[in-house]
């Protein structure tokens, strides 16, 4: 298993139940995966430094996972189809 950061960064105008639900997905695609999550910080609103789908901010969150190499296309398979979700990035942590 190897580490790996999750940064997410999800629609500004979701409402607190949408945004956790979005949170809640994503942590139980992981989970579903075979992976561990070892944290979830959210960073909360932070302005984009250009636009994505018509918005100048974005809610980021950061999830921190150890998860089987093989998981990772089958997460990004995932995340695709949220549709609150505007932007992803996956990094292996050395």
Same mark, same amino acid.
């Given at each position: 298993?190897?580490?790996?950061?999750?940064?997410?960064?999800?629609?500004?105008?979701?409402?607190?139940?949408?945004?956790?639900?979005?949170?809640?997905?994503?942590?139980?695609?992981?989970?579903?995966?075979?992976?561990?999550? %070892?944290?979830?910080? *959210?960073?909360?609103?932070?302005? $984009?430094?250009? &636009?994505?789908?018509?918005? @100048?901010?974005?809610?980021? +969150?950061?999830?921190?996972?150890?998860?089987? %190499?093989?998981?990772? *296309?089958?997460?990004?398979?995932? $995340?695709?189809? &949220?549709?609150?979700?505007? @932007?992803?990035?996956?990094? +292996?942590?050395?």
């Amino acid at each position: 298993m190897h580490n790996y950061e999750l940064m997410c960064i999800i629609h500004p105008d979701l409402d607190e139940v949408a945004f956790n639900d979005s949170i809640e997905k994503i942590k139980g695609w992981i989970t579903e995966l075979k992976g561990e999550i %070892t944290s979830t910080d *959210v960073w909360g609103r932070r302005r $984009l430094a250009y &636009l994505i789908n018509k918005q @100048r901010e974005g809610q980021y +969150v950061l999830f921190t996972t150890s998860m089987p %190499t093989t998981s990772i *296309v089958g997460l990004e398979h995932y $995340l695709r189809f &949220l549709e609150p979700l505007m @932007r992803y990035m996956i990094t +292996v942590v050395e």
